[in-house]
Every structure is written in structure tokens, then in C-alpha cells.
């Protein structure tokens, strides 16, 4: 009896530490709990997509295979912010290897494009032209991007990926309320020209409203002639021709030479380190990887921890290596296919001790007196982000858009999607702020067949060489600092992913000199980071909405940003 016993308790004890070792990440006294799940998962701003992904994990397919399905599937389901007609960055580890690609399908200036193109006759930015007009338009980038990630890294045929988003255009899906909600926001816009009145609001010019049946025909047979026909389609074919007819019926300035010319390219990351970790982002023509490296690097002198999670004391250190990242991003970046940008300098750890030494621990910096440091050598916009992992262990990270929420609201009548405003993230007058406040300079000025700079940061986290956090989001200029807090959070105060994303977070971007605070930093912060001298402000809008997963003992923890609704996390299984 007693050994029945004996060996019934070892059993216990035995289960119990099993059990707390596959589950030790699980902790009580979170408040916040992601979404578990094995096999693979894939995290998007939108559960039919995220589905999608999922389900071709389910099937066999690699991350990549997921992400190219997400990524059509999202241009059907997400029309403010998933595309056919804009662009992106993406980034994929391959687990067999080790090796992290960055892609780069951003947008490229029309051949017809020029400096001045934006400037009125007094030489001032016209932003209705930089932002709403057919010029406003980029060569997309996004299906040769999508489609050269699947013919180099997928495993599946293109057709298997992009079936799930042609019937989810041809068979129609039904419209949920996010959907309907920002088809009202955009009413205004997609109502000003016949192709988006059709394609995306009622037979009497409002929003399709919450539980309606909605078939995109025309979105149907482009994705079906782009999987029959690859990128050809959509760059020298049918496609291109009604992209073409668009711009003489809208007065853009996209030639089929144009569409002809678009080039994926392939880059180096952006590979800096935080407290023994590796972090892996976007290089130029994103500002984003660098800047979050950056800002990092300043970061690691302090023990944040010891400070507080959204102390004042904290949050000054933050803000102070915010504003001077963005200072150089004023300055340095652009296209690096134009000009030279100092990659190696702006993430170099010699240089992050410089700002950091010049950091007041009790005073706001002024942003008037904080100049790009480097020694010289030489509306409610939208965007989405989706993460996806497999169970061998790929991992692909995802930023892509159409700029604001339908971009310009130009839809390519015929072929049922919408167009970019790219264009504007030029800098179209040295010292005049584009749509998200942000300052450029020569090096991101208009030039034909350049890419405009982007803050978009698909960015990934690696332990001796392993993946432990993929994540990314959209949010203009605040894309970067995002997906900063979502680190920190994680790394420094050891949040799970859930609240690493749910946290209240900060921004400032040097100029306009003020720091843009979500509601949940608590009012007595506020008031000690004001007695710094900081302008404090409650943000109009929520900062970034990042889409993320962690892995730890096998295990996916998925999160999706609940500052927007209706996305999900979801698991292969
Ligand atoms: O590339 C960029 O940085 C911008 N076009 C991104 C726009 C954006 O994130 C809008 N979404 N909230």
C-alpha cells in the first residue's frame, strides 16, 4: 500500500514539474494573457486573414507560404490598410540556416516624378496633391514583393497561397463593425471617385454597413490573373494596363515603363544588440530598424527596471532617446540606393554613449537645441503589420501600406483595389512636415525612381541565435517607438507578449517638441515629467497597434493589439 502510494506521489510530483516547465511562463499575477498555440502561429490586424495564415500552417506550409497568404488575404479584408496597390518591407528568418532576409518592396517615385512636384507657386507643400491627388501614388510594390518571398522562401505553389484570398473575394465575406466603422471614416474620400464609390460604399454612397455580404468581383480576377500569370500580371499585363488607364483618367504620372521597371531588392538588416539579445529590423529605405537600434543603444546605459515601468524616470530617459533618433532621422535617411546613410555610425554603440552622455537626467532637452548629432559626413492614417512563426522555427515579420487609411482613396477601376499616397513620405520641402509631423531633408527628397522613407519596423528578437519575439505594427512616425516600448516591455520589466502590448506607451519625434501620452500613464507621472520641463499631451489616437508573438519552450504566445478591433492571434493548432 504504502509503495502504491509512494509511487503515486512521485507520479505527482513528476506530472507537477513537467507540468511547470511547459507552462512555467504561464505567472498568476498577469493580468494580460496572449493567445497559446502550437504548431505555428500567425498574428494579424484582421481574424479572417490571420486564419488564413493559419491554416496553410496547418497544411504543410512554411511561415512564408503563411505570410504570402496573410498578406493577399489581408488586400481583401483589410482594404484600408492590406493591398495590392501600395507596399512594403518584410523580413524572413530561415530557421535551417540561421539567416534573416530583409525585402524591400517599397514604393519607387514614377520616371516622371521630380523634386518640386508638390510645391505650389508660391514654393509651398500643396498637401492636398502630396497626399489625395493620383500624383501622390508610388509604382506599388507589394505583389512583387509578396511573390518574390514566395518563389525564393515558400514551398507551396502561388496558386495554393493566394486561393484563400480569391475566394474570399469572389464568395464575399461578411463585413464586421472595424470594417464598417472605417469605411465611414473614409466615406468622404472613397466618395470623390466613381471607381472607390463602387467598390467600397453602398449603391447610395455610404459605408457598407456591419453583417453585409461583401464580393469584390473586379479584386477576384486580379488575384486570379496574378495567380495564373505571377507578377507579370500586374506589372507588364492586364493589370498594368488598367493601372495605366487609371493614372490618364486621375492624372498620375505611373507608365507602364514604370511598372516594367519595379524592383524587389533584397537587403542587409538592420542587426544591433540589447542586453545580450540580437535584434533584427528594417534597413533603409525604413528609418525604422536603425532608429529602434538606436534608440536601444542609448537605452542599455541605464537599468530601466530599477526605475519602473512608465516612471517618470523612465519615461524621460525614453523620451530623450526618442528625440534624438528622430533628429537624425531628419537628416540622414532616405533611399540608399541615392544617398549614403551612415548605418554603421547611427546604430554604433561609441556613438549611442555620445547622445546618451548628453542627456540632462532632470531636464527636458529642448528638441530646438537637439540637432542631428552625427558627425556630418556628408488624419487617422493606417498602415498593418502581421507575424508570422512556424513550427521548425521560420519566422516572417511584416509591415505594408497604402500610407493612410486608403491611401489616396483612387481606386484602379477595373481591377478592384485601391492606390497609394506614398509619395507624401518624400520630404517635398526641406523643414516642411509630411502627414505625420516628420521633418526630412535632401536625403529624402523626390528623385525619379527613388523610394520614399519609410518608418515601418518589422522586427525580430533573437537569443543565441534563436527567435524569441517577432513583432512590428503600424502608426506613421510612431511605428518606431512602438515597437521599442513592446521591447523594452518585454525585455526590461519581463512582461509577457500580452502586456508588453496592452501597456500604455509615450512618443515624442523631436519635432513638434512634445510627448504624446496614451490614457493609463498615471496623472501624477505626468505632472513629474511636465516639472522636467516635458510638453506633455493626451494622445488624440492610440500609439501604433503592434502584432506579436513569443515562443518560449516550444510554445507560441500570440498577441494582437487590442487598440484596434478585430484582429486575432491565431494558431496553427
Ligand atoms: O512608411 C511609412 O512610414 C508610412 N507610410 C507608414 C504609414 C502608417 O503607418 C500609417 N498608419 N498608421
Known sequence: MRRVVFTALLGFVLSLSVFADEVAFIQYQDRFHPVLGQGGMVVSQEALASRVGADILAAGGNAVDAAVATGFALAVTLPQAGNLGGGGFML??????????????????PARAHRDMFLDNDGNVDAQQARFSALSTGVPGTVAGLIHAQQHYGSLPLKRVLAPAI????????????????????QPRLSQQSAARAYFLTDEGSALPPGHRWVQKDLAATLKRIARHGADDFYRGRTAD??????????????????????????????GSYRGLEVISMPPPSSGGIHLVQMLNILEGWDL???GH????????????MRRAYADRSKYLGDPDFVQVPVAELIDKAYAERLRDGIDLERATPSSEVAPALKPIAESPQTTHYSVWDEAGNVVTNTYTLNFSYGNGIAVSGAGFLLNNEMDDFSSKPGAPNAFGLLGD????????????????????????????????????????????????????????????????IHHQWFPDAVDVEPGISPDTINLLRAKGHDTRISGWAIGRTQSITRQQGLFQGMTDYRW?????EPAR
Open 442 to 505: 535632401e536625403a529624402n527628397a523626390i528623385e525619379p525612381g527613388k523610394r520614399p522613407l519609410s518608418s515601418m519596423t518589422p522586427t525580430l528578437v533573437l537569443r543565441d541565435g534563436v527567435p524569441v519575439l517577432v513583432t512590428g505594427g503600424p502608426g506613421g512616425s510612431r511605428i518606431i517607438t512602438s515597437v521599442l516600448q513592446v521591447i523594452l516591455n518585454h525585455v526590461d520589466f519581463g512582461m509577457n507578449v500580452a502586456e508588453a502590448t496592452a501597456a500604455p506607451r
Open 242 to 271: 488598367l493601372i495605366v488607364a487609371e493614372m490618364e483618367r486621375s492624372g498620375g504620372l505611373i507608365s507602364h515603363d514604370d511598372l516594367a521597371n519595379y524592383q524587389v531588392v533584397e537587403r542587409e538588416p538592420v542587426v
Open 305 to 307: 527596471a530599477a526605475e
Open 167 to 186: 475566394t474570399l473575394a469572389e464568395k464575399g465575406f461578411s463585413v464586421g463593425y472595424p470594417l464598417s466603422y472605417s469605411l465611414q471614416r473614409a
Open 565 to 569: 478591433p478585430g484582429g486575432s492571434a
Open 310 to 321: 512608465n516612471s517618470a524616470g523612465y519615461l524621460h530617459r525614453l523620451i530623450e532617446a
Open 92 to 109: 524572413v528568418h530561415l530557421a535551417e540556416t540561421g539567416k534573416t532576409i530583409a525585402i524591400d518592396y517599397r514604393e519607387m517615385a
